[in-house]
């Protein structure tokens, strides 16, 4: 009796090692094949067989994808959650998703079990951020809540999801930043700006594009030919042609000799030095030498790049782990 407790208690023991724990995070990738989305786990299984004819990845539980030139909604196991009844669909975003309804052509926003959320209709609207989304009924731009209300008022030219408690606008040719009370966090005299993101936001002067602060400080000169948002503490630039990473306070991470970069993520990003990809640390060195024909982000450790004319995923060492057999691959995500 001893001898099968004490079995019983070694295969418990093993099993605990062998078997996910409840809730384990479980991360999978739209891929194409022969026409046709479905999704891969990180071993290159198929958790969701090719059917559909385009996915976006998956946010907060639930994916998008199209069928019979609809769109819908699939939880990870591929049945349909949402039915595919709308023109179009975008990600969830603090638990609401803006899709096209296919009879009037409005956006309109529905919850995780397909209703829809609010009455309110609008020509165009951005994601939820900070428990806002900014929305045009019809030709300005103001933001509303959770219920379809405007709480800050469509007056504005055009306005951008809120980021870092800021949420970008033009007003009269003004550009800058305003507060969830609707208030001036930042005016400028700036001809253009982007989102701000780790405390730093491109902005675009007279003679160019370079950074600005929280405050409206510039640390990077506006006299570069473009820049686009910080991710991950570095923020991308470009330069007679070619591109580099500065950092938050406004310091060169590297020299603009990149003819493509991408923002960083899981602490690399993909350049394009002539006609190949590799992949760059924060420190500016290169960690995975040119060699792939495109390339895309890291996530959860892994990256879509392309060799030749299909897709697979590497590691952080340039390793293939899944073979290039796919037409089109997109990053991991939950």
Excluded at 46 to 58: A, L, Q, R, T
Excluded at 119 to 128: G, I, K, L, T, Y
Excluded at 136 to 158: L, P
Aim: charge should be neutral.
């Amino acid at each position: 009796m001893k001898t099968l407790v004490k079995a019983f208690s070694l295969v418990l023991f093993f099993a605990a090692f062998l078997i996910p724990p409840a809730g384990a995070q479980q991360y999978l990738a739209g891929v194409s094949l022969n026409g046709k989305w479905g999704f891969i786990d990180s071993k290159g299984d198929w958790v969701i067989k090719p059917g559909f004819e385009s996915v976006y990845n998956f946010s907060e539980g639930l994916a998008a994808a199209e069928s019979g030139g609809s769109w819908g909604y699939i939880s990870m196991s591929g049945a349909w959650v949402i039915q595919p009844v709308y023109k179009r669909a975008e990600d969830f975003s603090e638990g609401l998703a803006r899709v096209i309804d296919q009879v009037s052509g409005d956006w309109i926003y529905i919850d995780k079990t397909g209703k829809q959320a609010f009455s309110s209709q609008f020509a165009n609207c951005m994601n939820f951020s900070e428990g806002l989304a900014a929305a045009r009924a019809s030709s300005m731009w103001g933001y509303i809540d959770k219920s379809g209300k405007y709480v800050i008022a469509d007056k504005y030219e055009h306005a951008e999801t809120f980021s870092e408690g800021m949420g970008r606008v033009a007003i009269d040719k003004i550009y800058g930043f305003i507060n969830h009370a609707g208030e001036w966090a930042l005016k400028t005299s700036l001809e253009n700006i982007r989102d701000m993101n780790d405390g730093v936001a491109p902005a675009k002067g007279r003679r160019g594009w370079g950074y600005i602060d929280r405050t409206g400080k510039e640390i990077v000169p506006a006299i570069y030919e473009h820049a686009q948002n910080f991710s991950e503490g570095l923020g991308r630039i470009r330069d007679k042609g070619m591109w580099g990473y500065y950092d938050t306070t406004g310091k060169a991470v590297t020299p603009f000799t990149y003819d493509k970069c991408l923002d960083f993520s899981d602490g690399m990003a993909a350049v394009r030095i002539g006609e190949l990809w590799g992949y760059i640390d924060k420190t500016g060195k290169m960690a995975i030498v040119p060699q792939f024909d495109k390339a895309l982000g890291f996530s959860n450790g892994l990256a879509p790049v392309q060799a030749g004319k299909r897709w697979g995923y590497i590691d952080k060492t340039g390793k293939m782990i899944l073979p290039a057999q796919y037409d089109q691959a997109l990053p991991f995500c939950q």
